[in-house]
């Protein structure tokens, strides 16, 4: 029992030591990192420039298939024809991501397209 004693008031003589000697150790600087780490914005892109006229135009249609869509796309598709009976609607099926494949095919046969999602 007076081992455990003395381990006891050693302990509790250091803590005093410690606490009553003021600070001993040197200043510490910590540097915190995020976690995050650092985002890279992407380079950005000017808009295409509008298309002025569309009479006799190639105009795409892009749907991603959603359930419904197909319903407005047909209304969009009639009153393009009915408003510009010289253009010639093409319509697109795919994924919400074109991919540069697709997205190149677009761009060789149409003069502009219409991007639909639905959700």
Do not use: H
């Not at 808009?47 to 105009?59: A, F, H, N």
């Not at 197909?70 to 969009?76: L, P, Q, S």
């Amino acid at each position: 029992m007076r081992k455990g004693m003395n381990w006891l008031l050693i302990g509790v003589s250091l803590l005093l030591t410690l606490c009553w000697a003021g600070p001993v150790l040197a200043e510490v600087t910590l540097e915190v990192l995020s976690p995050r780490g650092e985002i890279v914005a992407p380079p950005t892109l000017s808009p295409s420039p509008r298309v002025v006229d569309l009479t006799g135009k190639k105009i795409g249609i892009y749907w991603n298939g959603k359930q419904g869509g197909n319903n407005f796309w047909d209304v969009v598709e009639e009153l393009l024809k009915e408003k510009l009976p010289t253009s010639r609607i093409l319509r697109f099926r795919g994924p919400f991501d074109l991919g540069e494949r697709l997205a190149g095919t677009l761009a060789k046969e149409c003069d502009l397209f219409i991007y639909g999602v639905g959700d």
